[in-house]
């Protein structure tokens, strides 16, 4: 496969959260198309098991490289904490994942040395933060608080419909971190990256909330830069990115409608991902149209 600085930038996550990212990337990367993949189908990739969330990542990979996308974004703490070791080396694009950016913030931004990760059941227990942290400075504590219920109150809209369960189910599950000791909080999954103001009005003696997203966008660019893959922006470009939107599942009008609030712009179309190729047949799928102008 031949990367080609023409081809778009591949996103996956298991459903809306990850559109916190894309939004960073196709801010830093105006001129940029992107393919994004909600595995919905699949959602929350949290709770399922290492081996389920490999498979289902190296379905939608593969599909990618039958795209021919130029850098894959697993915009997904769990996929990036559990897959992204795995299946790293078996594309010829880049794939990245999201805790790296996150461990690189919050290690400079720790001012007593502890810091605390909310993030899905898998991600903690994978111990990724952790151990990205502690790469960096390996004198620094890191503290893990899962909270599967916030993953799936801000899939179905909460902040709009209840912000104040909403609220109350964010205090219940960043306290015991600040209880702890912790000064420094990481968004450790996609899906809270929408929360971060609201956990500083909830706690405004926090240090920091850490928001991977704007880091990784940055790290998208410069990858794109070092390897010559820039796409330059056409002329009479109306500024707006072309996109393209996928999930698994059926729930597109809920996709669209939350989505376009996580994303910040409006979102049309959304298309069913290819059945099999979460069966990893991809081959013939792709006649071209997936990258055709919105």
């Known amino acids: 496969m031949v990367i080609d600085s023409n ?5 996956l996550d298991s459903g809306v959260g990850g559109l916190a990212v894309a939004r960073e990337v196709l801010r830093a990367l105006p001129a940029e198309r992107l393919i994004y993949v909600g595995d919905t189908a699949h959602f929350p990739y949290g709770t399922r098991t290492a081996g389920e969330v490999v498979s289902h990542v190296r379905d939608i990979l593969d599909f990618f490289c039958d795209a021919g996308v130029k850098a894959a974004v697993l915009a997904c703490n769990t996929a990036s904490a559990v897959a992204l070791p795995v299946l790293r080396d078996r594309y010829p694009f880049q794939v990245v994942g999201v805790i790296d950016a996150g461990a690189r913030m919050a290690a400079t931004s720790t001012r007593n040395g502890c810091i605390g990760v909310l993030a899905t059941e898998r991600t903690v227990q994978s111990g990724a933060y952790g151990e990205a942290v502690r790469r960096l ?9 899962s909270a599967p219920a916030l993953v799936t109150m801000v899939e179905e809209g909460y902040g709009e419909k209840d912000p104040a369960a909403l609220d109350a189910a964010i205090a219940e599950h960043v306290r015991p971190l600040i209880e702890a000791g912790a000064d420094t909080v990481i968004l450790g999954c996609t899906h809270f990256l929408a929360l971060g103001g609201r956990i500083r009005q909830l706690f405004p003696g926090i240090g920091a909330v850490i928001d991977p997203a704007a880091e990784t966008a940055r790290q998208v660019a410069d990858l794109l830069a070092e390897r010559g893959l820039l796409q330059e922006p056409p002329r009479g470009a109306n500024g707006l990115p072309r996109c393209r939107f996928l999930i698994s599942g059926h729930d597109a009008d809920h996709f669209r409608l939350v989505g376009s609030r996580i994303l910040g712009r409006e979102i049309g179309a959304v298309e069913p991902f290819p059945a099999r190729a979460l069966a990893g047949r991809v081959q013939g799928l792709l006649d071209g149209s997936i990258l055709d102008e919105e």
Request: some cysteine; charged content about 20%.
């Open 7 to 11: 081809g778009c930038i591949g996103m």
């Open 137 to 145: 400075r390996p004198e620094l504590r890191v503290l893990g608080q």
